[in-house]
């Protein structure tokens, strides 16, 4: 039996990132204010980790825009797999070369590029779709900011998010 009523416990966990930093960045503040010495200083340390813990958090937040769409992921060992009613596929994250938003549809569907395969479409609505956040943030040089000011655009285009350096040597020709 659950004390707590269940939209407020969907709405604690949805916002646990932010309220966990924000409550480890509390008692680094704490720390600061009652202590002096060594401690006072470790407070410092306890409240710059609480504020990059909250702003991750808010980070997720802003990345999760919904649930209940079609098709599920599911993220393994550096492969997306996604399963969905009319298709799917597995892209290994390290043969990535291109991650597109495409919001010509409803919902918006995240495009993954692999050479050598389809590309992988992916609803943004799709069940556990939130863990992409983890494995998109882990592509080099992938700039945050702009992946959720692109997330969140309104007119239907297709944005680039992230692009590898491909060297030459993996360049093919047409012939």
């Given amino acids: 039996m659950s004390f707590v009523r ?59 825009v919904g649930q209940g769409g079609p098709g599920v992921v599911s993220i393994t060992e550096g492969q997306v797999a996604y399963f969905g009613p009319l298709t799917g596929g597995v892209v290994a994250l390290s043969e990535l070369t291109r991650l597109d938003i495409d919001h010509s549809g409803k919902p918006a569907h995240w495009q993954l590029h692999q050479p050598g395969q389809p590309v992988l ?3 943004v609505t799709a069940e556990n779709a939130g863990a992409l956040f983890d494995s998109f943030a882990a592509l080099p040089g992938l700039n945050t900011e702009r992946l ?6 309104t007119r239907p285009h297709i944005a680039v998010i992230w692009q590898r350096d491909i060297p030459l040597a993996r360049l093919t020709l047409p012939r």
């Fill in 148 to 153: 959720l000011a692109q997330m969140h655009a």
């Fill in 121 to 123: 479409s992916i609803p």
């Fill in 6 to 64: 269940p939209e407020v416990s969907r709405v604690l966990h949805r916002w646990r990132g932010v309220l966990t930093g924000a409550a480890v960045a509390a008692i680094g503040l704490w720390w600061i204010v009652t202590s002096s010495g060594l401690l006072g200083w470790v407070g410092w340390t306890i409240l710059a980790a609480g504020l990059a813990l909250a702003f991750t958090g808010l980070q997720r937040l802003r990345f999760a």
